[in-house]
């Protein structure tokens, strides 16, 4: 088996604390209320926000916030072996998990009886794609308005081979020892999505959580910069 790190370096010529190239643009969607398309490494990955809108049906509805809605789906073609369409475990899972690290950001109690939906389609995957679609949908929720106390940005650490390693590629995740992608609001560094693939010792995962929690920090600076330049645009046409 080919080596994963050597001399210092991974296989993409990356350095242990190093990500994966990111770019992000914001209102991509002419339909939808605020969208997103992010390519992160080999990743790409579009989101769509709708809302605050009637509820339907009608009795899910709340008298005292907005329900939110949370999609997360891969494209059939996204993965080299052609994905079944439609829903499976691992999109339930990833969807309730972003729906919830997104309600701590959102003030919903301003839009009552109404909902909001967030829809992610992963068009390719690489490894990595929930804390993709979430750093996709909290610009798009940021694109479509919706009151924010802060942004969410997600990234991954983990470890492959003897060393922990920032935001593992395709093969590192799938031959690596273990992986795990949080989301942070950033303002308050205060964490809503924490999960782990592997084994790790406490002092291996202490280093594995600060190395994501910088990771955060610096998807959170192109979050920023794709809504600065989205405005900016809309104010020089």
């Keep these: 088996m080919t080596e994963l790190i050597k001399n210092g370096k991974r296989q ?47 009795h899910i509805s709340n008298p005292y916030k907005a329900i939110l809605k949370f999609r997360y789906n891969m494209a059939p073609f996204s993965v080299d072996d052609r994905k079944r369409p439609g829903p499976d475990r691992r999109s339930t899972e990833i969807s309730k998990v972003s729906k919830e690290a997104l309600e701590s950001a959102l003030i919903l109690r301003h839009f009552p009886n109404t909902m909001i939906e967030i829809f992610v389609e992963v068009l390719q995957a690489a490894a990595g794609t929930r804390c993709a679609s979430l750093t996709a949908a909290s610009v798009a929720l940021a694109d479509a308005g919706v009151p924010m106390k802060d942004m969410v940005a997600a990234c991954a650490a983990g470890k ?63 979050q920023q910069k794709a809504l600065q330049e989205k405005y900016e645009m809309e104010e020089g046409e």
């Design 12 to 58: 993409d010529d990356r350095k242990p604390e190093e990500m994966r190239d990111l770019s992000i643009e914001a209102g991509v969607l002419k339909r939808a209320d605020g969208s997103a398309y992010l390519e992160w490494g080999s990743n790409k990955v579009i989101a769509g926000v709708f809302g605050p809108q009637k509820c339907i049906p009608q």
């Design 160 to 222: 492959i081979g003897d060393e922990v390693v920032l935001d593992l590629a395709k093969e590192e995740d799938n031959a690596g020892k273990a992986d795990v992608p949080i989301a942070i609001k950033p303002k308050s560094g205060d964490i809503v999505l924490l999960q782990m693939d592997g084994d790790l010792t406490p002092e291996e995962f202490d280093e594995t959580l600060s190395l994501a929690k910088e990771g955060c920090m610096k998807v959170s600076e192109e």
